[in-house]
């Protein structure tokens, strides 16, 4: 059975949840500035505060602080806070990942140490280094619990297996589970994840990275694509029951529009992982109507993003209507004719250039 802790709350108190920080210690820090945390709040960190981002180890090091200076601080571990263990475990393709990813906490200490990977002939050796130079924070790492149940919710990374007894989900699901909001559960509470950026379930449906909150199916996912997607961001939730709440912050740069439009087509939707695969129907000047082969829907793409029958990345496929003086982010302005940006209520989607410019 999985690591679950369970937890009485002080109901007078806020909750503050926040996932997938991925070692961006100053968004994480905006974060709470935004948020106005204080110790007298609850915080909840659900998993992934390495790898991706560039400071993993002074994220870990400030969360420690806060759990610190707080017994209402609680942290669960997620699938990038131990791939270490693939180091102590002796897996030959952690090295492959370390060429691949040098924003990870696996990096970092060698950096620390004026190390390079070639200088260790084996994992052995490697784990060795490991466990001398920063064997304490990995073991707090370790410590961390895979998930928390209150009275109202359940807390955990990546998701539960759909049975009645979810508490005997793998741990394997429970860090690494994929699109677990499409698979549902049968927990009698909420349960609240990350892992899986939201913006994957919206193909068809106005692009965001802000969280999905689905009453009905009683899951809230987090994961806001923070160090993965250009547009992502990094959110909080504040629970309250049916009236839960959330904020976000991102690092993109923020312009006043100056010419007003209102998009007559209605189109919305993402084009994001794994569904890049389009089958071109008609091209017009900017934008070409494609069926995504993967999910058999017709999406807006921008031509710039089309190379060989596939969408290059992630990118909106929604039409934004904006006005003058509204604020908005920007998250492409290097396209013919559109610029892509991000509004204040975190929906992402396309507007003429004029708009900005």
Sequence with gaps: MIDIRTLELDENRRIIIISDIHANLPLFKRLLGKVNYTPEDYLFINGDLCEKGPDSLATVAYVRELSAASDRVFITKGNCDIVH??????????????????????N??????????????????????????????LDWLESL????????????????????????????????????YEQGHMADKTIIVGHWPVVNYRAGAI????????????????DGGNCIKRDGQLNALIWKGNDTAHVFVDELPVVEV??????????????????????????????????????????????????NGMCKSDVSTT?????????VSIVNETCEGFTLVKKEDGSVGWIPKECVE
């Design 108 to 137: 970092e200490i060698l950096v620390k140490q004026d190390k390079q990977l070639d200088h260790f002939s084996t994992l052995e050796e490697l784990g060795e280094f490991y466990q001398n130079h920063y064997g304490e924070t």
């Design 207 to 222: 692009s965001s990275n802000s969280p999905v909150i689905d009453v009905s199916k009683k899951i809230i996912a987090l």
């Design 258 to 307: 100056k010419l007003a439009h209102q998009d007559q087509t209605g189109n919305c939707g993402t084009v994001t992982y794994p569904n890049y695969e389009v089958q071109e129907l008609q091209r017009d000047s900017y934008f070409t109507l494609c069926e995504n082969k993967n999910l058999g829907i017709q999406q807006w793409v921008k031509n710039e993003y089309i190379v």
């Design 85 to 106: 263990r693939y180091v102590f475990d002796h897996v030959e393709g952690i090295r492959n990942y370390m060429a691949k990813q040098p924003y990870s906490i696996l």
């Design 145 to 180: 619990p895979v998930a928390f149940e209150t009275d109202e919710f359940i807390l955990i990374h990546a998701g539960v297996e759909n049975r009645p007894d979810w508490q005997n989900t793998s741990l394997a699901n429970a860090l690494s589970m994929p699109s677990f």
């Design 319 to 327: 039409f934004l209507s904006v006005e003058r003086g509204e604020c």
